[in-house]
């Protein structure tokens, strides 16, 4: 100080009056975070800061940005204030005002007939909502079998190649064992999933001095930190996998006794011509068969003491010839086309780096293993006294699932881990419980729609042969996204992304009303967006919408909510009731098991104070409850549950199981199993909102095979019976298909799919050049063009956030150096970037931490004018883009009279990141973007130009 007296300072400064721990929301990471809470002015409790949950499982205390931010999300300008009802034209976003009682009332009026005449009308489809194990059962009891999520355009590539492969996946179903990794590779990750424990585990590697390799065509966030970055060309890490199967199978680098005793490797192939032509051979009981060296002859795999072959050509019982998996896999993968040599300028990594990574990778395996001495019995019954384990893992999600080979591109790393014997082993990957679970354990597709009644089973599945396909009677199909049907059989997570364009086409059927919550289909999670908004409002020959009613929930006035007829608003995160379900996915680490709650730990406004807004998941069970659904009424047709809070507690979903594991029975002493216990909530509560229980440690890897893990997954109701099962290097479904498109069984593909059928659906995994770089002039469209998730941001809820916008406020184009330099452009300089589709103007800066042949921005920052509460005038709004302007659902034409869909032939999850494009430099003028749309009208207006939250504080 001036005077030379030392500053006073309050070293403790009082900054909350109570913390209250629940879980954040602000990306799909599921923290638990520390609300901390201060008496306002006006004497209610407001959130003062947020900060990590430090006993939490998830985040161990780690927050990131957003998660700090989420104060901002709570008291944002853009939060819907009350039910909506749409007054002027569709899309004007003109409404008026109603109380809940009329709310409701309306789409009762709306749902009630069509579910008494044909459930079908209905398409419920939710975005990227947390609550799925719910939803799904509403849909289910309502009985449309038009419901699904978000991941057919986010990454069902993943998950459906994870569980037919292994019985899970990447994403938060499991994580690499960050303590004892050596070596991990990690393939276009987005930042928005198993965030924090990523990040954490990255330093865990770093000061254990383990190596980790980046493979991604853009070199930011985790690539950035990583110790070899890998600048992949977009489309090909399929390739780049399968020449590194080809290096490891040359060297003979691959774990035999792991391929033997946990993998379907030795499993008899059955090699004679006819309809059984490539399935598993079985015995009488359906059990696969292998060929057991030491007696000679075909034994069920699961039998003890096998000495099973991995190569020859052996007569099975039935007289006919037999080849195990591992030899068909072998002469795939050494075939010359899979070598680095010739892969390596396709894939843009030198074919001596594709080598060295395969070497490494085996060196680390093999050479550095690890032994823990814990003796554990297998689901064979033999005893084994060590874990033996290969210190290499891998993690991997969005960047090479949103491809069209992304499914097999999937299957290709998860060989990979397999010939390593690197999953679920100490240093390898590790599934978190429930997970993993086979495909067997998870339900089949089911389509069948009686008026008046629940669905026959749930929508959503994982189909084992077209048997399973959701078809009508005359072939056409049932479902409204047209998914499992022959275009993409295995859609396991829905179609949501052509639900807007088959409903406007009445193909295959007309619906009557669309009710979405969480889905910004109007702007950020469409490809073509101004053919989506055409699509929403366009009408027929007599003047009516082509989609009748559309019911929109959300918290935010989205884009989207101009475009719905009713808006049900919903709270924001930290006002209601939450379930992180085992019924849904897991949450924690490999070790142990846990699940969460949110609650509301701030009070909801009130309509006193002009907002009067009802979580969505609440709503939807009054509305249930209002449809007289079974499962929401009891006998006398009365509400079964009085909202999200008391369904958590006393839905029981199987005898015993319900949405909620931890203190379960009537004294709230039992976890997994248990009767509801009424005071389950305040246990959570008192926990610091989750519930974890630790695995016992014979229990703690091999998971699927190990019968110690399987006894205490039955006990904790995971299963009814012990499900042991071995991982799937072949999968025998996609056998199935391909032999259905040779001809063979009763239900046939179309004749136009048959060869593309045979060619995907090859049971091992293959690479395919991606589809729009196929359809297109690659010399006219020169560039890939990709998003990437920025650390800070979870889609469009981060960008009007008064704190994160101030992280990234607008999205430039990056360009690599030499495309910069070729095309005139400086940093600043504006750009035109045009696709077969579309062309958009974008501000351009050089990176050269990129593929040379690669562009990128960051994903979701642009916003439409109005929207969002955000100034018409600010930077996302002018100069924010979208690359989705430049993609369409459909490949353009090939001259075959067909148009063929941008998306992949075996899950039809969209192509996103199969974009290419050229770019042009703009003439100097008016900076803003393009294209434009015009200023939506907002129910919420403009936010003011100062966001505070902490007025009348200290
Ligand atoms: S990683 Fe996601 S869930 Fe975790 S604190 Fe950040 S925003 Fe919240």
Redesign the pocket.
Known sequence: MADGSEPKLDTSPHVSDEVRKTT?Y??A???G?DVHLRAGPDGRMKVRYIE?NRDHPV?RGV??A??AAGIMQHYSPARLMKPLKRTGPRGSGEFREIEWDEALAIATDWLEPIRRDDPRKLAFFTGRDQSQSLTSWWAQQYGTPNYAAHGGFCSVNMAAAGIYTLGGSFWEFGSPDWERTRLFMIFGVAE?HD??PIKIGIGKLKTNGAKVIGVNPVRTGYNAVADEWVGITPGTDGLFILAMVHELLRTGHVDLDYLCRWTNAPWLIDRNPGASFGLFVRDGDGKALVWDRATNRAQPFDKPGLKPALKGDFQTPDGGRATPVFELMAQKYLEPEYSPDAVAERCGIPAATIKRLAAELADVAFNQAIEIDQPWTDFRGERHETFIGRPVSFHAMRGISAHSNGFQTCRALHILQILLGAVECPGGFRFKPPYPKPVEAHPTPHCDVTADCPLNGPHLGFPRSPDDLALAEDGSPARIDKAFTWENPLSVHGLMHMVISNAAARDPYGIEVLFMYMANMAWNSSMNVAGVMEMLTAKDESGEYKIPKIIYSDAYSSEMVAYADLVLPDTTYLERHDCISLLDRPICEADAVADAIRWPVVEPATQAEGRDVRGFQSVLIDLGARLGLPGFVDGEGKAKYRDYADYMVNHERRPGIGPLAGWRGKDGDQFGRGEPNPEQLDRYIENGGFWMAHLPEEARFFKPFNAAYQEWAVGMGFFDKPQPFVFQLYVEPMRKFQLAAEGHGERQPPDHLRDRIKASFDPLAVWWEPFEQAAVDTSEYPLHAITQRPAAM?HSWGTQNAWLRQIHGQNPLYVHGSVMEAHGLKDGDWAYVISHHGRIKVPVARNDALNPHTVWTWNAIGKREGAWAVDPKAPEAQKGFLLNHLMHELLPPRGDGLRWSNSDPITGQAAWYDLRVRIEKAEPGAEVSEPRFGRQKSPVGQGPDRVAYGEGWE
């Open positions: 954040c602000m990306c990471c599921r923290c975070i990590g985040n927050l990131c957003k998660g928005d965030s924090n979870y």
